[in-house]
């Protein structure tokens, strides 16, 4: 969701690469409330850190688990973390879809808000 708000934002500002520390694959949930705000995520992959191959001036880290795991960049490569709650923990205990659904629209906003907001 991050890299969708990013590119759909920022997109003057910086260009935006998604990946983390482990590989999730892309959940539908987050396909479908992105798109419900006109954000298509649907060809994004779901990559590993460490198959980037481009240098990085930029990492944010959005969960806990990727803040104590990132790996140290060589060079100038800022690392900033901004922790965001992880919308399928959140789900897992929704008693329905749309209980579901509001989980992940609500991180979705919360993203839009720091992205809008990033100073680089």
């Not at 934002?9 to 396909?31: K, T």
């Not at 922790?83 to 789900?91: E, H, M, R």
Request: aromatic share 6%; net charge negative; proline share 6%.
């Amino acid at each position: 969701m991050a890299e969708g708000w990013a590119r759909k934002l920022r997109h003057a500002d910086f260009i935006a690469y998604s990946a983390g520390i482990e590989s999730h694959g892309l959940n539908p949930l987050a396909v479908q409330v992105m798109t419900e705000v006109g954000v298509d995520i649907s060809s994004h992959t779901s990559t590993l850190l460490t198959d980037s191959t481009e240098p990085l001036d930029l990492v944010i880290t959005v969960c806990s688990h990727a803040d104590a795991h990132c790996p140290i960049f060589p060079g100038p490569t800022k690392v900033l973390h901004h922790g965001f709650d992880d919308p399928p923990k959140l789900a897992a205990s929704a008693q329905n879809q749309e209980e579901a659904l509001n989980q992940y629209r609500r991180v979705r906003d919360e993203i839009r808000a720091f992205i809008e907001t990033l100073q680089i």
